[in-house]
């Protein structure tokens, strides 16, 4: 399965020379996320991604137009014949960091201290340790030793 984004220039581009804006363009709508992240915990079907969100099936058609057209999702014929599936392309696995940290954001930040919430955990049933980027010489990073550099 390619993983590579649309190469085309899109002359809606909010932002185009900052990846933080072209990839909310591309995914930072509420459905397109949660597609991904139920992509990620096994959906395929049209059907299974309305039920699990409970979107509307003309948002939904929309949304799986959009990312089968910027490559994070591919189409394939299922197992039994009969219809098309949706399968994670190498450029859609590539969000599962993005979506843990909004997992893991969310956990810390969108509930009342001890509300019941889901917890994502490895095969062996461990929570997922909180994801932290550090620098090449392991320092943590944050808004405050970072900044935006242009490339030419």
């Known amino acids: ?15 185009p020379s ?10 930072g709508d509420r459905w397109s996320l949660l597609v991904i992240r139920d992509a990620m915990d096994g959906a395929a079907s049209f059907t ?6 409970g979107i509307a099936r003309n948002i939904l058609t929309d949304r799986l137009r959009k990312l089968l057209a ?11 014949g009969r219809r098309q599936e949706y399968v994670l392309t190498d450029a859609g696995h590539a969000l599962f960091p993005v979506v843990l940290t909004l997992r893991q954001w969310g956990e810390r930040h ?7 919430h889901s917890v994502l955990v490895d095969r062996h049933g461990n929570p997922v ?3 932290t980027p550090v620098s ?3 320092t943590h ?11 030419p």
């Open 18 to 27: 900052c990846p933080v804006a072209r990839t909310l363009d591309l995914v």
């Open 48 to 53: 299974e991604f309305q039920r699990r969100t």
């Open 129 to 131: 340790p909180d994801l």
């Open 141 to 151: 990073l944050n808004a405050d030793i970072t900044h935006v550099q242009k490339t």
């Open 70 to 80: 910027h490559g994070l999702l591919a189409q394939r014929t299922a197992s039994s």
């Open 110 to 116: 969108a509930f009342a201290p001890g509300e019941a």
């Open 1 to 15: 399965m390619s993983g590579a984004p649309q190469r085309t220039p899109d002359p809606h581009w909010s932002d």
């Open 136 to 138: 090449a010489d392991g």
